[in-house]
């Protein structure tokens, strides 16, 4: 089944950065489109950054210039890459693959990330 496993969060100072990584299985990786989500708490979960199966970017508003998503279909894995972290980027990050047939879709548990001085 379709498996999606988030890492790379943790405690991070404003101005920081961190990868994130979501590593993918149980579907033809390369042929699908990933995106990263995230939630905040007491917030809905919001769309942050998608990558296209030919590896055209599209991202918030909200991170624009900060983050870079990237792909390695080898690796069966998506990045996000933060810089210049901000306290409003604590969240929950998820990833997902948005186009599998629905009845396959499904979310990670997350992975947290806290900035804070």
């Known amino acids: 089944q379709v498996q999606l496993v988030e890492s790379g969060g943790g405690l991070v100072q404003p101005g920081g950065s961190l990868r994130l990584s979501c590593a993918a299985s149980?579907?033809?990786?390369?042929?699908?489109?990933m995106r990263w989500y995230r939630q905040a708490p007491g917030k809905e979960r919001e769309l942050v950054a998608t990558?296209?199966?030919?590896?055209?970017?599209i991202y918030a508003n909200s991170i624009k210039g900060r983050f870079t998503i990237s792909r390695d279909n080898v690796k069966a894995t998506v990045y996000l890459q933060m810089n210049s972290l901000k306290p409003e980027d604590t969240a929950v990050y998820y990833c997902?693959?948005?186009?599998?047939?629905?009845?396959?879709?499904?979310w990670g548990q997350g992975t947290q990330v806290i900035v804070s001085s």
């Open positions: 990558i296209t199966s030919t590896g055209d970017t």
């Open positions: 149980g579907f033809t990786f390369s042929s699908y489109t």
């Open positions: 997902y693959a948005p186009y599998l047939p629905a009845d396959r879709r499904s």
